[in-house]
């Protein structure tokens, strides 16, 4: 067995191929032409797949399997791609699954794909965790690894599987082994209390990261996940931060004479963009994190706002009302070359460019409704994902094929959402209060 990678200091994992390999490379190569769904076709209709209870031997391990399972199959059926069948359907059992698929009991209930494996805890006290993904009708296995990780990192592993198995039946990258950090909000509306809180992207995992003491505003993730930078108004003063996940630090980033405000880590971390109003005029800078030498991007009496770096760090787009109203445009990373992408009918705001580098999302108000949408980079393509009283800030999951935004009512209350591609599979996150302004990590590392 090769140890591949490990994970983060607080979930120390190893990811291990199974001893069987060699298996696993014939299937590879075999299942080019085998099971698989193509993600780049719109709406379709969910894969059947049953993801049986990993085994265990003692009643911990058979608890610690089944509990991996549920989030395993939980994860794959948000995505909208998968359906997984009710077990109570599945005829054969997670312990003679260790031995062969019968194929056919499979086909019986109609799954495309089986999900298997096992559960145990070793004498040093690590949990293993094993799972194998099946090609029922092609009758042949996908995919098998193995993890050896402390038995609290369950659930992510379980994330770290839906995502082998996602990629393995997409040829694209998973997004389930991530966060999201977001507003919490609570309180009247007057005097509402606004903390930072980071959860697993579905929604475990919660806590709180500030107490409420001061309003916090747009939080962004480094591309290391382990800093955010965000808009506080501590006594007053509306300043840009960095926050530290593993520490709890706050920092304040320079002590400028005018309000700063939208920050966004460059792809490379090393730099902050963020807008800075100074006597009454917005521009657009950049921070460089290591020397704290600011550059000045933009230089128009317009605001200029919302910032977010193309993936490859070339281009940048933001909003703007140098035309008469606000719009989205583009520039180079040293703010030379501005274009104009966005020429609809409205005002459009909070670009957000695709970690695919691909399409670039945006709100827009028309007509008194809010709309999600995106957009090529050349402003071309334009289409709506969701509307609604008031839809705002959108931000991409790291495989850039779903959105998470929020959505408030007319009696307010924020809720948090999601939505793909399609703009057919939206589903609510649930939070522990009133939500607003999340922001997805890349893939935790």
Do not use: C
Not at 75 to 101: H, M, Y
Not at 121 to 129: E, H, W
Not at 378 to 393: A, C, I, K, N, W
């Amino acid at each position: 067995m090769n140890p591949l990678f490990k994970l983060g200091r607080h979930a120390a994992l190893t990811i291990l191929l199974l001893a069987i390999a060699a298996g696993i490379a014939v299937t590879r190569a075999s299942a080019q032409e085998g099971l698989r769904i193509d993600i780049t076709q719109g709406t379709m209709k969910p894969m059947p797949i049953a993801v049986t209870d990993l085994y265990g031997a003692n009643p911990n391990d058979q608890t610690t399997g089944a509990n991996i399972s549920r989030v395993i199959a939980a994860d794959l059926e948000r995505s909208g791609l998968f359906k997984p069948i009710d077990a109570k359907a599945f005829i054969q059992t997670p312990e003679s699954l260790r031995v062969q698929p019968r194929f056919g009991d499979w086909r019986v209930i109609n799954a495309q794909a089986l999900v298997s494996g096992g559960a145990e805890t070793q004498a040093d006290g690590r949990l293993r965790v094993e799972f194998r993904l099946w090609d029922v009708y092609g009758e042949q296995q996908m995919t098998g690894l193995a993890y050896f990780t402390q038995p609290e990192n369950w659930r992510r592993v379980a994330h770290i599987i839906a995502d082998a198995i996602y990629k393995r039946l997409t040829g694209e990258d998973g997004y389930f082994d991530s966060r999201i950090v977001y507003v919490a909000e609570s309180g009247p509306y007057d005097r509402r209390v606004k903390r930072l809180a980071i959860m697993d992207q579905d929604g475990e995992n919660h806590r709180y990261l500030t107490d409420g003491s001061y309003i916090v505003l747009t939080p962004r993730f480094s591309p290391s996940t382990q800093e955010i930078t965000y808009l506080s108004y501590y006594n007053n003063r509306p300043r840009v931060y960095l926050f530290n996940i593993d520490t709890g630090q706050q920092e304040v980033l320079g002590d400028f004479p005018g309000m700063t405000f939208a920050p966004r880590f460059a792809p490379d971390g090393n730099r902050v963009i963020m807008s800075m109003a100074q006597n009454g005029n917005t521009e657009i800078y950049t921070m460089d994190l290591r020397t704290r030498k600011v550059t000045r991007l933009t230089n128009n009496p317009a605001i200029d706002t919302s910032p977010s770096y193309a993936p490859d760090g070339s281009m940048i787009t933001f909003n703007s009302d140098r035309g008469g109203s606000q719009q989205i445009y583009t520039m180079n990373a040293d703010g030379s070359n501005v274009q104009r992408i966005s020429h609809g009918q409205g005002k459009y705001g909070t670009p957000v460019w695709s970690p695919r580098g691909d399409l670039i999302a945006f709100t827009r108000i028309s007509g008194g409704t809010f709309y999600i949408g995106v957009m090529r980079p050349d402003g071309s393509g334009e289409r709506m994902l969701t509307q609604g009283y008031l839809v705002e800030g959108p931000t991409w999951s790291p495989n850039g094929r779903v959105l998470s935004f929020f959505r408030e009512s007319e009696q307010g209350q924020p809720k948090l959402y999601t939505i793909d591609l399609t703009g057919t599979n939206e589903r609510q996150l649930i939070t522990p209060l009133d939500a607003s302004d999340p922001a997805w990590s890349p893939l935790i590392p």
